[in-house]
Nanobody, 125 residues
Framework: QVQLVESGGGLVQAGGSLRLSCAASGRTFSSYAMGWFRQAPGKEREFVAVISRSGASPYYANSVKGRFTISRDNARNTVYLQMNSLKPEDTAVYYC??????????????????WGQGTQVTVDS
């Protein structure tokens, strides 16, 4: 069982930056691939980024590539999402998720076993 708690969301001007954190409980965090997803009002939840259990070769959605960076600190049981050059279309609730297939860089929601409660990111134009 893994419990995930996101933090770091808020209101930011277009072009600004935010850093999201996702703290995980449990001693098996380092065995999970960790993903970030987001859901805007009236839209389906969508993939943002994923990092493998080792932290190698993260994978990004095209819409955030070059602006967002996913990283993890297994000693702190935490995964991060650094978001730069934010745009109004990045406004959404952001969720972190854990995939027990630790080396799999999957964008598919159904492959993730555990989810956090989400944190709101609002980008004001």
């Amino acid at each position: 069982q893994v419990q995930l708690v996101e933090s770091g969301g808020g209101l930011v001007q277009a072009g600004g930056s935010l850093r999201l954190s996702c703290a995980a409980s449990g001693r098996t965090f380092s065995s999970y691939a960790m993903g970030w997803f987001r859901q805007a009002p009236g839209k389906e939840r969508e993939f943002v980024a994923v990092i493998s259990r080792s932290g190698a070769s993260p994978y990004y959605a095209n819409s955030v590539k070059g602006r967002f960076t996913i990283s993890r600190d297994n000693a702190r049981n935490t995964v991060y999402l650094q978001m730069n050059s934010l745009k109004p279309e990045d406004t959404a609730v952001y969720y972190c998720a854990a995939n027990s297939q630790g080396q799999r860089l999957s964008p598919q929601i159904y492959e993730y076993d555990y989810w956090g409660q989400g944190t709101q990111v609002t980008v004001d134009s």
